[in-house]
């Protein structure tokens, strides 16, 4: 009869994503249904975070395998410790909880190549005399954040194609992406304008395309791959025409990774004239794909340990902060540049100064603080029931080990009020007071009622200058 009805391994999701990141509190516990009296060496759980390349390279008759690792963090708990003498555990169901707090640094988002991955997991091992390990994984979802503040400016980019042996004329494009910084499931806004002053016709095309390259030794090695592709109707010689399209990113599509050593995941977006028989010239935009929880407009708010849902960290600056710079492929004409400067020259050998570009004038939006956007949601506390339903079976509940101690990340600078709005200013004012002219004297006596008196005298009414003066 075995000793052990189940052994099950769980953790507590802080988002509707079910995503981590560097900072916060990983929570969860180890359950254990024993149907008779068992004794156990040691019971612990990990957590850990790892990346790795292999691929092979054939030349000849050789094979030639590159291979390279990183270790970002490794916790370990002990929910039963590992002494010299068994730890005897009575037949019921044991809960044992734990709690991990993730270190902070610079933590690359989890992926999954062909050549490469970089995975982040929770395991649990269960060993006992004289039987095999019993062993448990979960694997975590892990987001690393950029930075915000550098993707909301707008990017410009400009080129001009001169027609060789089989053309005249030359071309211009002009291309405007609405930002740099994405959520999967958003649409990438282009507008563009082309001048087609030539004798042959093209056609404009836009792609996302994503650059994977694994690293080993010294070796590298590149995929690339298209994720999307717009293609606008063919321009006519000697024909101008504006194009405005929008381009959605996949819902599953993964971040980018520009904080590992081995593993970089990057996308750009390419800008062409597809012309027959001639070189495209085309303009190269950096595209930086952000987690999905990042997204503005979704609601935040506290979630129990396990639920679905969870609190939103979006906080997008305004557009009025720059961007910074951008490295360049060798394989492009032209290069698109953030805010409102445009640049077009041939193909570089060294990249072009890029000044920092405000997306408005200074003073339009207010400065943004800069937040953590890793702050662990409180938990809220759950039961923690047997899953069965024997009469028999008794449920004991461990409490978990002291977690590791990390220094926490700086807490956001205080966000000051802004100043209260100036008066309003009066468009019309009202006009100035003038005094009326002077009223006749007021009569107590009605003149012209019909009375046996004599009317007033003519001098009485209307006096004369002659004797105002003289009274005077």
């Not at 991990?100 to 610079?106: A, L, R, V």
């Not at 987690?291 to 503005?296: K, Q, R, V």
């Amino acid at each position: 009869m075995p000793a052990i009805k189940s052994f099950t391994l769980t953790y507590d999701a802080l988002n509707e994503h079910g995503t981590f990141s560097e900072g916060d509190t990983l929570t969860g516990k180890v359950t254990l249904a024993l149907l008779k009296e068992t004794s156990v060496e040691s019971l612990f759980v990990k957590a850990k975070g790892d990346a790795e390349v292999r691929w092979t390279k054939k030349s000849g008759d050789h094979t030639h395998t590159y291979a390279d690792h990183r270790r970002y963090f490794k916790l370990k708990q002990f929910l039963i410790p590992a002494n010299t003498k068994e730890t005897v555990l009575p037949r019921g169901v044991h809960v044992y909880k734990f709690s991990f707090n993730i270190p902070t640094g610079s933590l690359p988002s989890s992926f999954k190549g062909s050549h490469g991955k970089i995975v982040y997991k929770l395991e649990a091992k269960l060993s006992r005399s004289w039987r095999m390990d019993r062993t448990l994984e979960q694997e975590l979802r892990f987001v690393s954040y950029p930075n915000l503040h550098s993707l909301k400016s707008r990017q410009v980019g400009s080129t001009k194609k001169e027609m060789g042996l089989f053309s005249k004329g030359h071309a211009n494009m002009e291309v405007i992406v609405d930002k740099s910084g994405y959520a999967p499931g958003e649409v990438i806004v282009i507008v563009a304008k082309i001048n087609n002053s030539s004798s042959s016709e093209m056609t404009p095309k836009f792609s996302l395309i994503q650059d994977v390259v694994f690293r080993a030794n010294g070796n590298t090695k590149h995929e690339s791959h298209v994720i999307q592709k717009v293609v606008d109707p063919c321009i006519k010689a000697q024909w101008q025409k504006d194009i405005r399209c929008a381009m959605q990113i996949p819902r599953d599509q993964g971040p980018s990774i520009q904080n590992c050593e081995i593993i970089s995941v990057e996308y750009h977006l390419k800008a062409y004239l597809d012309i027959s028989f001639a070189f495209d010239p085309e303009i190269i935009f950096p595209v930086v794909i952000i987690p999905p929880d990042l997204e503005p407009g979704a609601a935040a708010g506290p979630y129990p340990a396990g639920a679905v849902g969870g609190p939103s960290n979006s906080d997008f600056s305004p557009p009025a902060v720059s961007m910074g710079r951008y490295p360049v492929s060798p394989r492009s004409g032209s290069y698109g540049y953030p805010g409102t400067q445009r640049y077009s020259a041939p193909t570089p050998t060294v990249y072009p100064g890029n000044p920092l570009v405000s997306a408005g004038p200074p003073g339009l939006y207010p400065a943004q603080p800069s937040g953590g956007y890793n702050n662990p949601v409180p938990q809220l506390a759950s039961p923690y029931g047997s899953p069965f339903s024997s009469s028999s079976s008794s449920s004991v509940l461990h409490p978990p080990p002291t977690a590791p101690t990390f220094h926490p990340p700086p807490s956001a600078p205080e966000i000051h009020p802004s100043p209260p709005p100036p008066p309003p200013f009066n468009m019309y004012p009202s006009a100035p007071a003038y005094d009326s002219l002077p009223s006749a004297p007021m009569m107590n006596t009605d003149f012209l009622s019909q009375s046996d008196e004599a009317p007033p005298a003519y001098a009485l009414l209307f006096p004369s200058s002659t004797d105002e003066s003289d009274a005077k």
